[in-house]
Each structure stands twice: as structure tokens, then as C-alpha cells.
């Protein structure tokens, strides 16, 4: 799954009440509405195990594991929540979707590499803002293959797109 190897420093199972604080942080930080399921899909009240692992210094990545599948990140120890590929696969409409152009450019992107506005159907682009979280697809699969960080705004990436057609959509997270 991983690139390179990593060692975790320790492991250990969340109680029911940092789980309530973790489900309520991970709300927030996503803006779920409230009355929606997905929170629910990506991270129930109380069905599976929940469990924790931390990084080594000096990286504060803290990972959080359901019934052994990673399902959120947080990148600085901080309540940064960002949820994984594999919690997209359980919760798909969790973030907005990006689609590329052709299936071809998964394979960069699955190998860490951001994803650039020529590889990007810009027919079909959600409305996001600079830095929000999005997932992106291939066409014909809904299942993510990757998350990543907005660079820019999509009212600017369409204009970008339909000039030039340069430039840098994502951040592959």
C-alpha cells in the first residue's frame, strides 16, 4: 500500500469517549451536516474497533484504524482530519469528486504525483475553494484513488482550463 516502510510507535484502542470526541472533530472539520449518514458509513458510534497508531518523531501522523482498515489521517496530531482512500470506499459521498480525463493518468497520480489541470474533466467540476479536501475518480469507477488538497479555486480552474490549460489542480495527499 505504502511506498516505503514505516514503523509505528504505539497502538492502542479508542474508548467511547474520545470516539464521541473524534466523531464530533471529524464533523466539524469535514462540515458534514449533521442529519446526513455519512458520518455514520465512515465512522460508526459504536459498531467495530477503533484503534489508534502513532508515528514516530518526528512525524505527529496519527492514524485511526476500524476493525484493522485505516479510515482517517490526522496529519498533525491536532484534530486534522482527513479521511483515507479506504474510507472513501466505505463512505463515497463523503467529499467532492474530481474526474480524470482518462484512466491512463491514474496510474501518476495512485504514484504520488498531484494532479494537473490538463489530466482533469473540467466539464463536470464541483464547486470548491482553495485548499478544501477532494477525491478523485477515474471515469466509469466511482471508487476514489486518490484525496488531495485544492490549489486553487474551481471558478479560477475552469477559466485556467478553458485558456491554457496549465497548471496544478491538486495536491495529492
Known amino acids: 500500500m505504502f511506498k516505503k516502510q514505516f514503523a509505528v510507535n504505539q497502538t492502542h484502542k479508542v474508548s467511547g469517549a474520545d470516539r464521541k470526541k473524534i466523531r464530533r472533530s471529524v464533523e466539524k472539520s469535514l462540515q458534514l451536516d449533521p442529519s446526513s449518514d455519512l458520518l455514520e458509513q465512515l465512522l460508526p458510534a459504536k459498531a467495530g474497533d477503533l484503534e489508534l497508531a502513532k508515528l514516530p518523531a518526528p512525524s505527529r501522523l496519527v492514524i485511526y484504524l476500524l476493525d484493522g482498515l485505516p479510515i482517517l489521517l490526522d496529519t498533525s496530531g491536532k484534530g486534522d482530519y482527513v479521511p483515507t482512500v479506504m474510507g472513501l ?80 489542480l491538486l495536491e495529492v495527499m
Open 89 to 168: 470506499w466505505t463512505c463515497p459521498g463523503l467529499l467532492p469528486v474530481v474526474l480524470l480525463k482518462h484512466w491512463q493518468v491514474s496510474h501518476y497520480i495512485v504514484g504520488g504525483a498531484d494532479l494537473m489541470l490538463p489530466g482533469v474533466d473540467t466539464s463536470c467540476l464541483p464547486d470548491f475553494q482553495k485548499g478544501d479536501l477532494l477525491a478523485v475518480c477515474v471515469p466509469g469507477n466511482p471508487a476514489p484513488v486518490a484525496i488531495g488538497a485544492a490549489v486553487m479555486h474551481s471558478s479560477a480552474a475552469a477559466q485556467q482550463a478553458a485558456g491554457q490549460g496549465k497548471g496544478k
